[in-house]
């Protein structure tokens, strides 16, 4: 089993600042990409950022300049800083973690239950 908790969601202002956390425990043999979806009010869900094991980074187009993604392998954690928040990115901010397992299927995605951001005009 595996168990992925976001944390660090709350309410500010527009133009004010967040961090969120991701953790992944569980029985695993490693994790690959880990990634910040968001889900705004009667929307679908969108990638925010992604970040695989080495470090590469993937953002959305609308929060390029304004969040940074980063992980702490030895934590199997991952965080998203975000600056210059906008109404617009109010909503669900949920976790992905790629794990692989020993087992098979060897590649299982799982996620967190989401940790709700609201930002204020």
């Known amino acids: 089993q595996v168990q992925v908790v976001e944390s660090g969601g709350g309410l500010v202002q527009a133009g004010g600042s967040l961090r969120l956390s991701c953790a992944a425990s569980g029985t695993f043999f490693s994790i690959n990409v880990m990634g910040w979806y968001h889900q705004a009010p009667g929307k679908q869900r969108e990638l925010v950022a992604s970040?695989?094991?080495?470090?590469?980074?993937n953002y959305g187009d609308s929060v390029k300049g304004r969040f940074t993604i980063s992980r702490d392998n030895a934590k199997n954690t991952v965080y998203l800083q975000m600056n210059d928040l906008k109404p617009e990115d109010t909503g669900v901010y949920y976790c992905k973690t790629g794990v692989v397992h020993t087992t098979l299927p060897r590649l299982r995605d799982y996620w967190g239950q989401g940790t709700q951001v609201t930002v204020s005009s």
């Open positions: 970040i695989t094991s080495v470090g590469s980074t």
